[in-house]
């Protein structure tokens, strides 16, 4: 009964003009929150992240563990050079992704799609999920009310809780222009963006939908640009992934690592990824999509705390395709340890259980993703939290192995080649790395030295995501926000 209750709100709501869909939000919101939080879950439970585990993904953890600390006390340098070859084939394989992503070609292309006249451009949506964001809010009202796209073909929708009046007081002390709409959401858990986003697609009018969060400034022609990219290509195309890079990149150590790992990601990983045909996981915000694509694909699963990587996976799985685009969003990059440590943590958690979602049935994943859809899952949106898990642990070994009784063990023949490769993937890391800096603009390169002391963050980060995995499995750490951005 439940099912049908949400899906007959959630058509009254996509039929309804917005005077009434703010009546329905009133009279209705329990039933508008159920859909919220766990329409995509009936709609779609093979790719629901709130089952957990299977059974069998369970008893391979168990299995995996047990050999693992029977190693470690039987076999130190057997466990070395395993951990070793899994943290050098990951490093290896982002390696030859961004390599790809060096390349020109239809990853980044979009000179040749031709821009629309005013009259023909599509009807477009824009989502900002809001919590606790009245510092940074009022900026972004302004910033899109100066977008280059007609005012007559745009709605903003800013998707404020209930319980967080700041917010949406921020807003409207920005002035904003008709097209800006705030919209209250009815109560309920999980608290996260994805069940804040799936309000607004419930609302959107739009052909063309994107994302933004509350911080974001994207380029003011980043519509126009991906409404003609959407236009030049067909129906596959479900989703255009802009470029993120850091406003603030120049603040201190922290920042400088962070940008340069999101000119890592945007400028050359996820490029690459589309230039190998391989999956492509999101980015959190200026995703842009076609709305019917995103409806059938069902939305994003509220109980994911990484969201956008997973509906980028479902993408893949369900047989449509992502591209990337050259426009950008500035973003405002965390410059302490704490909260960076806490929002890896949720991304790390969320990675994970987007590849336990994926692999509950291998078979059906095999089919689903093929050889390149595997190494995306597995290899890079799994395998970053498992690299940074091991680590520390290779870390160890490692110095036992160089200064410990193992130098003189039956597997001290596995040191030397072990240590060579651990080297050979970090010189790889970093050169790429000071690559995608001085692709992107950014100043200081050879701060890509210190690449391996953030790493260091990561380290506790996976360790962190673990542990919530098993306890806190849906718990959401805010980012905080609002330093230094206008």
């Not at 006249?117 to 100066?146: C, K, Q, S």
């Not at 890896?344 to 692999?359: A, D, M, S």
């Not at 800096?437 to 380290?459: C, I, M």
Request: charge should be positive.
């Amino acid at each position: 009964m439940a099912g049908t209750v949400g899906t007959d709100v959630a058509e009254e709501l996509a039929r309804a003009g917005a005077e009434e869909q703010d009546r329905i939000l009133e009279e209705r919101a329990a039933e508008v929150a159920d859909a919220m939080a766990d329409g995509f879950g009936r709609r779609h439970p093979e790719y629901a992240a709130k089952p957990g585990f299977a059974r069998w993904q369970l008893g391979a953890l168990a299995v995996a563990a047990a050999a693992g600390l029977t190693g470690l006390v039987a076999a130190p340098m057997a466990v070395l050079a395993l951990l070793t070859a899994l943290v050098t084939a990951y490093s290896l394989l982002h390696v030859v992704v961004m390599l790809a992503g060096l390349g020109r070609g239809g990853a980044l292309a979009g000179a040749d799609d031709v821009p629309a006249p005013d009259a023909e451009l599509p009807f477009y949506t824009v989502l900002v999920p809001a919590y606790r964001e009245a510092g940074v809010i009022g900026g972004l009202v302004r910033h899109l009310a100066a977008l280059d796209y007609p005012p007559d073909r745009l709605e903003v929708l800013v998707l404020v809780e209930r319980h967080d009046p700041g917010t949406a007081r921020a807003v409207l002390a920005a002035d904003p222009p008709p097209f800006v709409r705030l919209v209250r959401l009815p109560p309920g858990p999980p608290q996260t963006k994805p069940r804040s986003v799936n309000l607004g697609l419930l609302l959107a009018r739009g052909e063309l939908l994107v994302v933004f969060d509350a911080e974001d400034r994207p380029d003011p022609g980043q519509l126009r640009r991906v409404a003609a990219r959407f236009a030049a290509r067909g129906g596959e195309l479900a989703c255009v992934q802009a470029q993120l890079l850091f406003h603030n990149a120049a603040d201190n150590w922290l920042t400088r690592q962070f940008a340069m790992e999101y000119a890592l990601r945007f400028t050359l990983a996820l490029p690459g990824m589309v230039r190998l045909g391989m999956p492509v996981p999101l980015g959190g915000t200026s995703n842009h999509f076609r709305t019917a694509t995103l409806r059938a694909l069902g939305g994003w699963d509220a109980w994911n705390v990484t969201e956008d990587a997973d509906l980028g996976m479902r993408c893949a799985a369900m047989g449509h395709r992502t591209e990337t685009i050259g426009s950008v969003t500035w973003e405002e990059a965390l410059g302490a340890v704490r909260p960076y440590v806490r929002q890896r943590t949720r991304w790390f958690k969320g990675f994970l259980l987007t590849t336990v979602v994926h692999t509950r049935r291998p078979r059906r994943t095999v089919r689903r993703f093929g050889f390149r859809g595997l190494l995306t899952l597995l290899g890079i949106v799994g395998g970053a939290a498992v690299a940074s898990f091991v680590q520390p642990l290779l870390a160890a070994l490692t110095l036992i192995g160089l200064c410990g009784p193992a130098r003189s063990s039956a597997g001290a023949g596995l040191l030397l080649p072990c240590v060579a490769a651990q080297a050979v993937a970090a010189l790889a890391w970093t050169a790429i790395t000071f690559t995608a800096a001085r692709r992107a603009g950014l100043g200081s390169p050879w701060h890509a030295l210190l690449t391996p002391l953030a790493s260091v963050l990561w380290w506790f980060a996976a360790w962190r995501a673990v542990h919530q995995l098993v306890f806190s499995r849906f718990s959401w750490e805010k980012t905080p926000h609002g330093a230094g951005v206008s």
